[in-house]
């Protein structure tokens, strides 16, 4: 079936520094979402791409879609403590229907 | 805009009895609404679509009879989790359907603990 790789699993980082992570497959899919998940909550969509090579900005954060459309990265800049969260990356296939797919998630801890 | 409202955000229930836990959309109408379960530390794991005015699709493994979805408005569906044991405690959250975006949009969960 199709699956996505996330990664890294966990990230554990100073405040300021800049953040990246990556979703990849081997399948090839019609829109990439960002979700970040704090602690207790359901997520929150962040980012929403729909395009091949896709470049969309969302305050210090910034994904792409990347031009195989199997893969998209998650890019944060300038951390503060309030980005600690689980953020999942979600990939959607059209199969007829709609499906969504999401990655197993990057843990990111930021040490103020 | 795309607001989810699930309820209730915490329960506690004795094992055997059966709980409901509701998603709203709250400004927009949903015709499909996604459940899932999620385990500490874990993604999240689709446990059905729900379509509203037709039954449920269960990913494989998912009792239907163990959980009851029901969709009966384009705003509201509702899961419920009927005699339920302690391995049944988990985070389950909702989310919508956008049907022009085809983006789901999340509620907040519902930590169920059974006793």
């Known amino acids: 079936g199709q699956q996505l790789n996330q990664s890294p699993q966990s990230m554990f980082i100073q405040e300021g520094e800049d953040v990246s992570m990556n979703c990849t497959s081997s399948s090839i899919f019609n829109t990439w979402l960002w979700y970040k998940q704090d602690p207790g909550e359901g997520p929150v969509l962040l980012i929403a791409?729909?395009?091949?090579?896709e470049l969309t900005s969302n305050g210090r954060l910034t994904a792409q879609f990347g031009i195989t459309r199997k893969d998209s990265f998650l890019n944060i800049s300038a951390s503060i403590p309030s980005d600690v969260g689980i953020y999942f990356c979600?990939?959607?296939?059209?199969?007829?229907?709609?499906?969504?797919?999401f990655g197993a998630g990057t843990r990111l801890f930021v040490k103020a | 805009g795309a607001v989810v409202s699930q309820h209730p955000s915490r329960v506690i229930c004795k094992s055997g009895t059966s709980v409901k836990i509701e998603c709203r959309s709250l400004?927009?109408?949903?015709?499909?609404m996604f459940w899932y379960r999620q385990f500490p530390k874990k993604s999240l794991m689709l446990m059905a679509t729900s379509n509203e005015g037709s039954k449920a699709t269960y990913e494989q493994g998912v009792e239907k009879d163990k959980f009851l979805i029901n969709h009966a408005s384009l705003t509201l569906s509702t899961l419920t989790v009927t005699s339920a044991h302690p391995e049944d405690s988990s985070f389950y959250i909702c989310?919508?359907?956008?049907?022009?975006?085809?983006?789901?949009?999340f509620g907040a969960g519902t930590r169920l603990s059974v006793l």
């Open positions: 791409l729909y395009k091949a090579g």
């Open positions: 989310s919508a359907d956008i049907l022009a975006k085809n983006i789901q949009y």
């Open positions: 400004d927009f109408q949903a015709t499909t």
């Open positions: 979600a990939g959607q296939l059209n199969t007829g229907g709609f499906k969504t797919i």
